[in-house]
T-cell receptor, first 111, second 114 residues
Framework: SQQGEEDPQALSIQEGENATMNCSYKTSINNLQWYRQNSGRGLVHLILIRSNEREKHSGRLRVTLDTSKKSSSLLITASRAADTASYFCATPQYNFNKFYFGSGTKLNVKP | NAGVTQTPKFQVLKTGQSMTLQCAQDMNHNSMYWYRQDPGMGLRLIYYSASEGTTDKGEVPNGYNVSRLNKREFSLRLESAAPSQTSVYFC?????????????FGDGTRLSIL
């Protein structure tokens, strides 16, 4: 299976702190995507990083990709209560029509 | 612009009943997907449709059928519901099934089978 796995499963921090979550995957990829899911809602795409990129930024989000270690990390800086959600990494399967999603990191940002 | 719309939002069925979950997207996307989400399991792909007129099995297709009715609509049918199919079902779409574009999700159908 090429399924990504996030670590940690749960993370609780204070507002203003940084949150880091990690994703590991098993086989070669051409890109990796991160999604957010608020409670009771569908997933929302956050950022895509390609296999030839090492780091990418979007607002308070910073994503890194290490293809040699088959891992990625998502950093949320200066977290806010509104960042409370579950975060998932997704990797496309070889034929690209299928995505594997990890089981997610549940982030709780306390005001 | 509604994006991906799923109906119904909630449903309770008895074992053995059948039902169809509806999904429609208004973004003119070619590819559509059905996932189920169970606690601690992440999302698992049930079926997908790379383009209008084609459907393919995902990781967990048993007990389900799909229909790509047209470019906008992709339905999921449970012919004989079982308690193991209690889950939250998500429909998603992407512009192309190349894996290099984001998927857009509906807000899910919460299905309980007694």
């Amino acid at each position: 299976s090429q399924q990504g796995e996030e670590d940690p499963q749960a993370l609780s921090i204070q507002e203003g702190e940084n949150a880091t979550m990690n994703c590991s995957y098993k086989t070669s990829i051409n890109n990796l995507q991160w999604y957010r899911q608020n409670s009771g809602r569908g997933l929302v795409h956050l950022i895509l990083i390609r296999s030839n990129e090492r780091e990418k930024h979007s607002g308070r989000l910073r994503v890194t990709l290490d293809t040699s270690k088959k891992s990625s990390s998502l950093l949320i800086t200066a977290s806010r209560a509104a960042d409370t959600a579950s975060y998932f990494c997704a990797t496309p399967q070889y034929n690209f029509n299928k995505f594997y999603f990890g089981s997610g990191t549940k982030l709780n940002v306390k005001p | 612009n509604a994006g991906v719309t799923q109906t119904p939002k909630f449903q309770v069925l008895k074992t053995g009943q059948s039902m169809t979950l509806q999904c429609a997207q208004d973004m003119n996307h070619n590819s559509m997907y059905w996932y189920r989400q169970d606690p601690g399991m992440g999302l698992r792909l049930i079926y997908y449709s790379a383009s209008e007129g084609t459907t393919d099995k995902g990781e967990v297709p048993n007990g389900y059928n799909v229909s790509r009715l047209n470019k906008r609509e992709f339905s999921l049918r449970l012919e004989s519901a079982a308690p193991s199919q209690t889950s939250v079902y998500f429909c998603a779409s992407s512009e192309q099934g190349t894996g290099s574009q984001p998927q857009h999700f509906g807000d899910g159908t919460r299905l309980s089978i007694l």
